[in-house]
């Protein structure tokens, strides 16, 4: 292995820099598919994104949850194929050429060519998916750029035909209609994403008008409210809320009996004040009931009435419609790609709304508080002085009564039509609860009246507006007229025909074109529908069998999208995108529904090689009714991209003309992830579509994450830079890090997330510093052994490390396989989030307890062959860590284990090539991958990537006893310090005893037996006492859970309260085995009552002699006491040895010494002082502190006699007055020592021939020479020009430093 910087030193960012170096050299990626070809196939769908923008957070991580479960696949010995997808149709990128061509309509197209524009469309959509590579590559994901699907590929296209043509031929394709926005003045529909682009504040009507219901007793009239009277034309129904109850009212001036909403009620208009009434009541309210209703009726009654109506009703009700029915419809169709109308592909979300300008009430504050003012002195908002209540009605009792029509229009239809119909769309929060309904003009109108059969699904639909939002000759009246225009028009023929109830105006927020700047309106435009309300039951069904990451969102939000299901209209009338496969002749009656290229080819005769619109639309079919009848031509309408994406599992790989085996194998895939928006969107179709063509879910496991927000939880903005860019966070902490933030994350639970910068460094600090820190340990004393002129190091193989007597080897050991055990299982299950933290807990454990407690060890302060079963056992656990968080933190565990593989045996050349097929080995034996020994008396090879070896596998060396044991003690070495620090004894201080409550014979045995000894040191105490008996220290007492008590047993709390506290140990115990006991009358359970145990002194301590401290599982009590005897024997010690061992330090440090360099030190002084001076301080310590100065410095203090004038001097400090005296310290290099009798006896006698061998061996370098002598068994071959060759051996004749040649004769130590 390699030396390794310190932790403030590295750099992660730098170091990943590297190693893209090396998986770029190494073609690590396909490299790795190479070795796993032949394996079982796990089938990953990775959803396609636009590439007319760059990634954001959200992508990134998206693409770390693919990222990670992809490689953990992989190294669980699968076949991964990670193909990079694109969307590459769709409004995003026909707005931009819109914007860039200055297009304004569709006749603007026809007149550059269908062709032309398309192009234009073609050669923006790869605009970034270079910088998308870059960044996604730099993340450290693994997918293949260089064999991506787009869906603008003919491939790709074909098979979403085949899709098509399969569902038509089940008969799930219909022509229906849509209700869209639409401009007049291009004669388009729009999406949803292109209305929310330019909203306008306006004045519009806003009138009640009457309905006079069929045979009703009273002759009463169903009230409607609405802010488009040019819909009420094409009404059909009326729309009532069968849980609301309805209220008759007659007008006593006029005997008019009105019906609307009891809660609705105060919406009808009040009476009029006169003008002196308007000055004294005429403010308050004024402000309750309308402006423009004010101007019509005069001064004195327009300041009365006149400006609450426009606030109150006609902000609330432009609000709550115009923008419900945009904005609303907006953000629910485009939430999961800002394109055609489908939040939910086949109707959308929309706001609850009529057309557009509203022609039902918002759910408004302000319309509800204006309307309520409006009414006066008046029971529930009504002015009795003009109404009185006759009677009410349930909504249900409503529904199928029949009303006479506002106009003639469509008598035709009524048979199915002018009848009450309910729905859960009506609210009571404006309006007057009575909607009416033209399904032309709106969603839900069209929608409520399929529903109750006033029309039926695929007919054509009642619509007298033509394309350029005309009257058409159908309504006599008004025919020719603008809608807009025709508004005033329509309130005069309904004022004389006594319809009207009230008249006011609206302002409101109203969508206006984009391209012509002129208002919208919601209009039925036809489509072509999957039936998914056909297949809806089997559509649950195969919901039930997928797996969800969290599991609430497929049984909630997902179930209940599903339950709601409507159809799905899957056409667009558009130009870039794949067009229907539908030819048709101009009246619909003959279709032919295409599948396929061939098929095309066949019937059109002539070569197609791409499919989109200025390629295809000149191709006709012949009739199938012969010669005489005009051939077929392509409809013009192209699919929905949500189409195209739900095409995904068999458009990518070009199923089925292609990769048939392939797909039916592995259908449904195994993984998808995406964001929660995605329930909506691509999860819905993915559903939809596999369920109708297999009756079979798409996918078998899914992760839904959240959305990623700004620190601020606000949504990330560019505008507002509220965010810091990804590359920049990648560049200051590194990928790895980012990686690990986000799915330690609650947005991996599909939670939000506010993105925290100091969230990214804190995951360096706590996770990988200290994970840094444990390896560089390794490493250093790993080099130590070979700088020393040791043996260099050689991990242990299983079976040798299996000798280890180290109670913490086994430990760790066992512990790293419950990780890679932990990991395995969470992956399974898809929990990513469970990962890190427990990864924290582990390095906390190895670097807090196996690296702390045996420091010793791997320093080599006790024996060689010890400190090789401590290093070896820390090396095979940062191995196993470092395969186990591959997946997570790609960048990171290369790095180490590039340098951790240097110890590992190298695969012979004649393997290398047989390293990538199945069945060769420990590779084939690990499905395809290395990375594992063949059995526990081999090490496994070193790989040429740590993503090349298999993911671990747990063995039987997992200890779970002892893991519980380490745990428990970690816990009591807290409880222990915490008692020290309550009570002022530091650690320093001796004390005689600790004992270990618990209830737990195995711990207590561990802890005083295999454990003890590390407990001892850590506390600084003489002895563990375990004890079982909770009750020697321990007094018992019931209190009662006065929160849970107070509400059961009301008044007899008190007498409860006292017998609980009156309870002894003996009926506690009893309470605890039975879990109940009868107290003053009432049962109690056990969880009524908190059982409190207090520290108890033992019998013959004093107050302050003992204390406690326990955590509900153990209890420890501390013995205050100093231990006199062993507080004794430090200060018999001194200070200066403490003091001396502290400078020994602080001089390493200045020096720029790393803690594995190996110095001597030289305390200054002689072994004997001038004949007859008195001994001075440091050469008493020499001698009697000896052993504690080795231990602490890890080698002996030596007396000026022993250190050879040839030693290199790295450091040298004079300290005077140091706990009473004043010494020299000297660091140098270790020095050669040689035993000059043995040298000479080496040489035949020849000293001068040793005085020259001697000079040869000083001059050559130290490191080399320990090397050299390592590697030749402790001998080295010396020739001197003219005198001979000898061989000189370590031990005997030489010696690599001065403590060698002591420890070696210890008769010549001072």
């Known amino acids: 292995m390699e030396a390794v910087v310190e932790g403030k030193d590295f750099s992660f960012p730098g170091s990943e820099e590297a190693v893209l170096r090396l ?24 959803g396609p994104p636009f590439a007319t923008g760059l990634p954001h957070y959200g992508h990134i991580l998206a693409g770390t949850i693919k990222d990670v479960v992809t490689r953990y696949q992989t190294a669980t010995g699968h076949h991964v194929t990670r193909r990079f997808g694109w969307d590459c149709h769709g409004l995003p990128v026909e707005y931009e050429i819109d914007q860039k061509l200055n297009v304004k309509s569709k006749d603007d197209v026809m007149r550059m060519g269908i062709g032309v524009y398309n192009e234009e469309c073609r050669s923006i959509v790869m605009r970034y998916s270079q910088e998308w590579r870059t960044i996604i590559t730099r993340v450290g994901r693994w997918i293949d750029f260089d064999h991506d699907y787009k869906t603008l590929d003919a491939s790709y296209m074909e098979s979403c035909w085949w899709v ?9 394709v219909y022509r229906g209609f849509k209700v869209m926005p639409y401009s007049t003045a291009c004669n388009t529909p729009l999406s949803n994403f292109e209305a929310g682009l330019n909203y306008k504040d306006v004045s519009d009507p806003a009138v009640m008008v009457a309905f006079p219901l069929i045979g009703d007793a009273d002759g009463a009239a169903l009230v409607a409210w609405t802010t488009t009277p040019w819909t009420l034309p094409s009404n059909l129904a009326l729309c009532v809320n069968q849980g609301f109850s309805y209220c008759k009212v007659r007008n006593r001036a006029t005997g008019a009996v009105l019906m609307v909403a009891q809660s609705r009620l105060c919406a009808l208009p009040g009476r009029k004040k006169s003008k002196g009434e308007g000055k004294g009541e005429g403010k308050g309210e004024g402000k309750g009931e309308g402006k423009g209703e004010g101007k019509g009726e005069g001064k004195g009654e327009g300041k009365g009435e006149g400006k609450g109506e426009g606030k109150g009703e006609g902000k609330g009700e432009g609000k709550g419609e115009g923008k419900g029915e945009g ?3 907006d953000k629910g169709e485009e939430k999961g790609k800002a394109e055609e109308e489908g939040g939910k592909p086949g109707g959308g ?34 002015d009795a002085s003009m109404y009185e209540v006759i009677g009410t009605i349930t909504g249900a009792d409503l529904v199928g009564m029949k009303y006479e029509p506002m106009f003639p229009y469509y008598a035709d239809l009524a048979g199915s039509a002018f009848r009450v119909v309910a729905d859960s769309y009506v609210t009571d929060d404006s309006g007057t609860g009575v909607v009416h309904c033209a399904p032309a003009f709106g969603e839900d109108d069209y929608r409520v009246c399929i529903a109750a059969g006033v029309i039926g699904k695929g007919e054509a639909i009642p619509n007298p507006v033509d394309d350029d939002g005309r009257f058409t000759e159908r309504v006599a009246d008004f025919k020719g007229l603008y809608v807009k225009d025709a508004d005033k028009a329509i309130i005069a023929h309904m004022k004389e025909a006594g319809r009207v109830v009230s008249v006011g105006s609206i302002m409101h927020s109203y969508p206006f074109c984009w391209r012509s700047d002129t208002p919208l309106i919601y209009r039925a435009v036809p489509s072509w529908f999957i039936a998914v309300e056909q297949i809806k039951p089997a559509l649950l069904a195969n919901n039930a069998e997928t797996y969800w990451v969290p599991e609430y969102v497929k049984d909630k939000r997902f179930h209940n999208w599903l339950e709601n299901a409507r159809d799905w209209a899957v056409s667009r009338s558009r130009f870039w995108g794949t067009p229907l496969p539908i030819w048709a002749n101009e009246d619909l009656s003959e279709m032919r529904v295409v599948g396929s290229v061939a098929e095309l080819e066949a019937l059109g005769g002539e070569k197609v090689t791409d499919l989109h619109r200025h390629k295809i639309d000149h191709i006709t079919i012949a009739s199938s009714k012969g010669e005489g009848h005009p051939p077929l031509k392509r409809i013009e309408d192209v699919f929905d991209c949500w189409f195209e994406s739900g095409s995904m599992p068999y458009a990518y790989i070009h199923y089925p003309f292609e990769n048939k085996e392939l797909f039916e194998k592995n259908f449904p895939g195994h993984f998808i992830a995406e964001g929660l928006d995605q329930t909506r969107g691509w999860f819905y179709t993915l559903m939809v579509l596999s369920t109708a063509l297999f009756n079979k879910p798409a996918f078998r496991s899914l992760i839904c994450n959240g959305l990623v927000l700004a620190e601020d939880g606000k949504k990330m903005s560019k505008r507002l830079k509220n965010y810091p860019p990804p590359m920049d966070v990648v560049s200051a902490y590194g990928a790895d890090a980012l990686r690990l933030y986000l799915i330690n994350s609650p947005v991996v639970r599909a939670e939000p997330l506010r993105f925290k910068k100091d969230g990214v460094f804190a995951v360096v600090r706590d996770v990988f510093l200290p994970w840094y820190n444990a390896y560089r340990f390794l490493v250093q004393n790993a080099l130590r ?18 000798a280890s007597s180290n109670v913490l080897d086994q430990w760790i050991h066992s512990a790293s396989q419950s990780l890679a055990q932990f990991v395995r299982g969470e992956m399974e299950a898809y929990r990513l989030y469970t990962v890190v933290p427990y990864l924290v807990r582990f390095i906390d454990s190895l670097t807090n307890v196996y690296v702390r407690f045996n420091r010793k060890r791997l320093k080599g302060r006790t024996f060689d062959q010890d400190c090789r079963f401590a290093l070896s056992s820390l090396f095979h656990v940062l191995l196993t860590v470092c395969k186990a968080m591959a997946p997570f933190t790609p960048f990171f565990t290369e790095a180490m284990y590039q340098n951790l593989s240097k110890a590992l045996p190298q695969r012979p050349p004649a393997d290398a090539a047989a390293a990538a097929p199945v069945g060769d080995g420990e590779v084939g034996r690990q499905g395809g991958l290395g990375g594992a020994a063949v059995d526990e008396e081999h090490l496994e090879w070193a790989e040429d990537s740590v993503h090349f070896c298999s993911f671990p596998t747990s063995d039987k060396h997992v200890d779970e006893r002892m893991e519980r044991s380490v745990e428990r003690m970690m816990k009591v070495i807290d409880l222990a310090r915490n008692i020290r620090e309550r009570n002022n004894r530091p650690l320093k201080t001796p004390l005689r005893e600790m004992v270990v409550v618990h209830p737990d014979a195995q711990f207590l045995e561990d802890i005083t037996g295999k454990l003890c000894e590390y407990v001892r040191e850590e506390l600084n105490v003489r002895s563990v006492v375990p004890c079982a008996d909770t009750s020697k220290y321990t007094s018992v007492r019931a209190e009662p859970d006065f ?18 506290k009156d309870m002894d140990a003996a009926a506690i115990a009893a309470l605890q085995s039975a879990g109940e006991v009868t107290i003053a009358g009432h049962t109690l359970a056990a969880s009524d009552i908190k059982v409190v145990r207090d ?28 231990d006199t005897e062993l507080l004794g024997g430090r200060r018999r010690q001194g200070a200066l040895p403490i003091a001396v061992v502290n400078r020994v330090q602080k001089l390493r440090k200045r020096a720029g010494l790393e803690p594995t360099d190996a110095v001597e030190v030289d305390g200054g002084v002689g072994s004997k002082g001038k004949e ?24 002996p203090l030596l007396s000026a006699d022993y250190c050879p004038s040839h030693a290199v001097v790295l450091a040298s400090e004079r300290y005077s007055g140091v706990a009473g005296a004043s010494f020299t310290l000297t660091l140098t290099r270790p020095a050669l020592c040689f035993s000059p009798s043995l040298a000479v006896n080496a040489c035949n006698g020849n000293a001068e021939a040793a005085t020259a061998v001697q000079v040869v061996l000083m001059a050559r370098d130290p490191a080399k020479l320990r090397a050299e002598m390592a590697a030749a068994g402790g001998k080295v071959h010396v020739a001197v020009d003219g005198m001979g060759e000898w061989d000189m051996v370590q031990g005997a004749h030489l010696f690599l430093s001065v403590n060698d040649f002591l420890e070696a004769n210890p008769a010549t130590r001072p």
């Open 349 to 382: 979300e929309k706001g609850k709304g009529g057309k557009g300008g509203g022609k039902k009430g918002g759910n408004s504050k302000e319309a509800s508080a204006g309307e309520a003012a409006a009414g006066g002195d008046s029971v529930a908002g009504l």
């Open 785 to 802: 052994l070979t700088a020393e002129g040791l043996p260099p190091f050689q991990p242990m193989t299983a079976r040798q490390l299996a």
């Open 327 to 329: 904005k609303g419809e």
């Open 1172 to 1195: 007859g001076a008195e001994e001075s301080p440091l050469q008493r310590i020499l001698v009697s502190q000896a052993a504690y100065i080795h231990d602490a410095l890890g080698a």
């Open 1095 to 1122: 520290f108890k002194a033992p019998e013959g301590s004093s107050a302050g002699d003992m204390d406690a401290a326990g955590d509900g599982e153990a209890l420890v009590v501390l013995d205050l006491r100093p």
């Open 1043 to 1060: 929160s849970v008590l107070g509400r059961r047993v009301g008044k007899a709390m008190g007498a409860v309260a006292k017998a609980v």
């Open 164 to 172: 098509f043509a399969q569902l038509h031929a089940k008969g799930l």
């Open 23 to 46: 998986w770029e050299r190494l073609d690590a990626f396909n490299e790795q598919l190479r070795r796993t070809e032949g394996l079982p196939e796990y089938v990953f769908y990775d």
